[in-house]
């Protein structure tokens, strides 16, 4: 198989066996073998997740969502008008809401880390799915090679065939013409 893969390697890429890359090592390796390469990088990932991580995913998910600014907007309202206007005289958190503040406060500190790790994680599965998608790619474009220089070399069986039948229909009627001078 290393056999394959090296004149691969020299016939489409035009370099050496050694100075390939893994990558361009496991395409002409599929290749040769004639293996698909496509693949769900989408699943693969997703089950590597850990517990924490599908936890941070959801919790960023539904922090970044108009269902949690609705129901926020909601409790940080009734918040306001409890504080200020119902509790007029016994309000836990009186104007300037200092309470609310450190509770937001300490909200966003932890909201912040867990949206950040989530953008990591998909930015990771970005680079695994351009990745992917590079590998494809250079499967299609060496496929692609390889099929014109088949054509190319069928062409070129076919041009010269059809030289050797026009040298032979030429000698014929040459015979024919200097046969018909003779009589």
Do not use: C
Not at 14 to 21: Q, R
Not at 74 to 103: C, E, K, M, Q, R
Not at 130 to 149: F, Q, S, T, V
Request: charged content about 25%; aromatic content about 8%.
């Amino acid at each position: 198989m290393n056999e394959q893969v090296k004149e691969l390697a020299e016939r489409l890429l035009h370099t050496g066996f050694d100075m390939l890359t893994e990558r361009e090592l496991r395409v002409l390796t599929r290749i040769a073998t004639r293996i698909h390469i496509s693949r769900d990088v989408h699943a693969e990932f997703e089950d590597k997740l850990t517990f924490g991580e599908r936890l941070a995913d959801k919790v960023a998910e539904f922090g970044g969502s108009w269902t949690f600014i609705s129901i926020f907007g909601l409790l940080l309202a009734a918040w306001v008008v409890l504080n200020s206007f119902i509790l007029l005289t016994g309000a836990f958190d009186p104007y300037p809401y200092i309470f609310l503040n450190l509770i937001l406060s300490m909200l966003a500190e932890i909201q912040a880390p867990v949206i950040m790790m989530s953008q990591n994680r998909t930015t990771a599965k970005d680079r695994l799915a351009a990745a992917h998608d590079y590998e494809i790619n250079l499967k299609a474009e060496l496929e692609i090679m390889g099929l014109h220089e088949k054509l190319d070399q069928l062409r070129t069986q076919q041009v010269t065939e059809l030289l050797r039948t026009q040298e032979e229909q030429i000698r014929l009627l040459t015979d024919l013409v200097e046969g018909k001078r003779d009589r």
